[in-house]
């Protein structure tokens, strides 16, 4: 991606082909190519130009600055695109300079060309019709080369409000996903389902099944621009108009999926099920319930390994006690089930969160730089020598340029921004991101601990069975 910006030079040419030729920002002048004249007589070789013109504005040359994105393009190839801009721009007919400078950070080209050319003797027009040529050249190259570039949309950009409105809303795809399942456990049949959903206001396309021409199903919620697809890629396994039809027909199926999946959660557990301590306060110290386990964590029993045994058979014996019955067991998967579900949709909602401050940090980068350097492109547009205040400030022009690149590919009115607010949200997300992982960590140790607690009173109770039956067999 490339921020293209261009000026007339009415004086001092010399000064700015100096300028731009330095060595110390051209890497010894390696990064420096001409067309048509030389570093040391471009003066002289534009005056001879601008001699066999009959114009007579004071126009003597044109600078233009062709800045790139940081990190996303090596200063060679930079250079390489510059020359090939200034040759499809200048057509082989205006002597030019290319120079790239490498000391600011980002990439940028500088091409300072005759305003008079060679072949016909035509002075060059500057004009918005030429800029904006000068722009589609520019995305073309950028195109050619494999970099990114920012597409005209025809649509303003949003006010900030508007823009985290978006971010955080309430997103399409999440609102989607949850009335989507919504309806599926009310719905009767697949026809039902899609009576439901567009009862929610959704406007519904491709929904026949077995049609060839509309693989997927689509949604369109009210004041939405595009439909969502009912994809694996958008929401996982489920959402396709086959799975809904079969979620609504065979919700055993899809719930036995689910604890296969739980299943091999467990077993992955159990094995590693021996390093993990017992909590001091179990979910199974509860009404109904006797006796609590006893806390191994402490360190008498770390020093005593009798000890720790006796102490491990008494609470197996006591989470026997308390969940032999069937009942019992059922409201221990319950719970397992309850915890995990509340683990995983904390998880969800701190991916969520990660995603929103990433973007929020970001905005808050472009939107400093963009206020923070705003005056300084104002006075360059005003001023009456633009090329002398360009050297003069080029690193902060350079800096406006980019951070209005970002902003206007993000989609936001740049104008709107206010820092104080994107601050305020950025520390509240934060903040709100500090509490989930904490919930998160919890929940994840409280599912850890119940099927922990699963495995054991299954495995004792296994093992008592089998006991008995030996006992049995010897009174036969």
Excluded at 67 to 87: N, Q, R, W, Y
Excluded at 104 to 112: E, Q
Excluded at 129 to 147: A, F, G, Q, V, W
């Amino acid at each position: 991606m490339a921020y293209t910006r261009i000026h007339a030079i009415k004086s001092t040419v010399t000064k700015a082909i100096a300028y731009i030729c330095n060595p110390e920002k051209t890497e010894e002048k390696l990064l420096v190519d001409t067309f048509g004249c030389g570093i040391e007589t471009a003066k002289h070789d534009f005056d001879f130009a601008l001699s066999r013109t009959k114009r007579t504005d004071k126009n003597l040359a044109f600078h233009l600055i062709q800045s790139f994105a940081k990190g996303e393009v090596s200063h060679e190839e930079a250079h390489l695109i510059g020359i090939e801009l200034a040759d499809k721009l200048l057509e082989g007919k205006y002597s030019y300079i290319v120079a790239t400078h490498t000391d600011k950070g980002h990439p940028h080209n500088h091409i300072i060309f005759c305003a008079a050319d060679n072949i016909e003797h035509k002075k060059y027009y500057d004009t918005k019709r030429s800029y904006h040529h000068i722009r589609e050249l520019s995305d073309e190259l950028c195109k050619e080369h494999n970099l990114s570039v920012i597409i005209p949309s025809g649509v303003r950009g949003k006010k900030y409000t508007e823009w985290k409105a978006e971010l955080e809303g309430n997103s399409w795809k999440k609102r989607l996903k949850e009335d989507i399942d919504e309806c599926i456990r009310i719905a009767k049949s697949y026809d039902d389902f899609l009576l439901l959903i567009k009862g929610k206001g959704y406007t519904v396309y491709g929904d026949k099944l077995g049609d060839p021409h509309a693989k997927y199903i689509k949604f369109l919620a009210p004041g939405q621009e595009r439909p969502i697809r009912g994809s694996f890629k958008n929401f996982g396994s489920g959402y396709t108009k086959e799975d809904i039809k079969d979620r609504i027909e065979n919700p055993e199926k899809w719930h036995d999926n689910e604890q296969s999946a739980q299943k091999q959660t467990e077993n992955n557990i159990a094995i590693t099920k021996r390093i993990i301590k017992v909590p001091k306060k179990d979910i199974l110290t509860r009404t109904g319930a006797s006796k609590t386990l006893i806390d191994t964590s402490g360190e008498k029993f770390q020093n005593s390994p009798g000890l720790q045994h006796w102490a491990s058979i008494k609470n197996l014996k006591t989470a026997a006690s308390s969940y032999a019955a069937a009942d019992n067991l059922a409201e221990l998967h319950r719970q397992i089930e309850e915890k995990r579900a509340e683990a995983n949709s904390a998880k969800t909602k701190l991916v969520e969160l990660e995603h929103e401050i990433k973007k929020i940090s970001e905005l808050l980068l472009y939107a400093e730089q963009y206020i923070d350097n705003k005056s300084f492109h104002n006075k360059y547009k005003k001023s009456k020598d633009p090329d002398r205040y360009l050297r003069m400030h080029e690193t902060q022009l350079i800096l406006f340029d980019g951070a209005e690149r970002m902003l206007r590919k993000i989609g936001l009115d740049a104008d709107s921004i206010d820092i104080t607010e994107i601050k305020k949200d950025y520390d509240n997300l934060t903040a709100q991101k500090t509490d989930i992982e904490k919930n998160y960590k919890s929940l994840k140790n409280e599912t850890t601990a119940l099927q922990l607690k699963s495995i054991n009173i299954s495995e004792y109770i296994s093992q008592n069975k089998s006991q008995s039956e030996i006992k049995s067999s010897k009174y036969l």
